[in-house]
């Protein structure tokens, strides 16, 4: 057989469908009428109003067979259930590292281990930088968040391979600075806060040879270890012949320590964990953890949760799918830039951003270009994502009355794992298509109501 056929263009799921979940079918008069009654604020939407949800990666994941029939092993016993010890053993197996400590989420990961480290006055946690729950579970401790990014994350033309790297120089003079006072560095892999990122093999090895130095713990927030994983073999020198789980385990080689919200790259619905090489922080840990999270050997998770992310932790390096998942991505992402609304590039692991600053020059960050945007994707089309600009991120100060926008007016749209066909992203494309000469006419928002803090979740908005 001499005959070679071209490789196909078409992206293909490397998975065929068992369970189905009808998409909510709506029409525009009926979206509009559920846009109006939750005050035009996405979050408010009941998710069967919802035919495309790309508010979240997190959590949103299409379990395998392989997933499910796990969950019939579920081993419930309240101490040394059979699930921990083989929970334990695939995190084991997947990062090298010692205590391996389940948890109900990432975030109480994080609060677990500030919670342990942070016990002095005068403290700093650095990184590349934290996402948003790492950074208020740093703070409330007391202690400082401070982010590093590097010089190229924050240009959104830079095409450069590795927009989520530290960067080293600041890494250092910042620990030289600042003898005895910085308590640990995180790498957040991929950036999720800089559009999902990713960091380099050989970013990672300095930035933990630089602790090493000063003896200083280095922590991987590895919730999409694998995406990051795949991008380093397909873009970094000397790569490209070795595994995504090969360079993975490299990868945790150099962390003293990782905490994972499982919701990403593990397809769990539920579920995160602390792995620590040190005994007597992993000691320190468990002892708190009694509190909040239960027995060390569940966490908060039930037994049959363990056993889905132990199956789930396995199947998310195989490279048939992290391929179909960059490419997919990458794919939407191409899309809208044929639509002529321009997006953050490259394309990151996880989501598409849509620059709305740049599509809606006419709307005054103020009035809320990318609100604008989301509340049209979702009105004319059913897709649900989320404002990533100054509702999220401006600085609001209620008693002052004052307000500043954030430095990027974005909306995020963010792919949930192995949900939805390439048919959904097409149709989506082909709509954005129709709307897109429309977006100059798009008006902007007022915020109505809102409360003290984090008031993307629940403010209320009017249509200029
Ligand atoms: C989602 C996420 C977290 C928080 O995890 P939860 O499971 O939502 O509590 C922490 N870090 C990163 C990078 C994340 O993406």
Redesign the pocket.
Known sequence: MSLQLPAAKTIIEPFRIKVIEPLAMLSATERSAALTKAHHNLFGLPADKVTFDLLTD??TSAMSAEQWSAMMRGDESYAGARSYYRFEKAVQDLTGLTHIIPTH????A?YLLMKALLNKPNMYVLGNTH?D??RANIESTGAKAIDLPCEETHKPNSMDNFKGNIHLEQLKSFITDHPNQVALVIM?ITN?SVGGQPVSLQNIKEAKAICKTHQIPFFI?C??FAENAYFIQQREAGQKNRTVAQIAKEVFSYGDGALM????DAFGNIG?FLAINDNALAEEVRRLMVITEGFPTYGGLAGRDMEALAVGLQEVVDENYLSYRIKSVEYFGKGIESCGIPTVKPWGGHAVYINAGATLPQIPSLHYPGQAIAAALYEHIGIRGVEVGSVMLGHYNLDEGTESPAPQELVRLAMPRRAYTQSHVDYMIEMMGHLAPHLSSLKGYKITKQPKYLRHFTCQFEKL
Request: glycine residues 16%; proline residues 0%; aromatic residues 4%.
């Open positions: 997190s959590g989420q990432g975030r109480s994080e996402f729950t790492t957040t999720n927030d919730a999409r919200s499982a919701k990403k995160g």
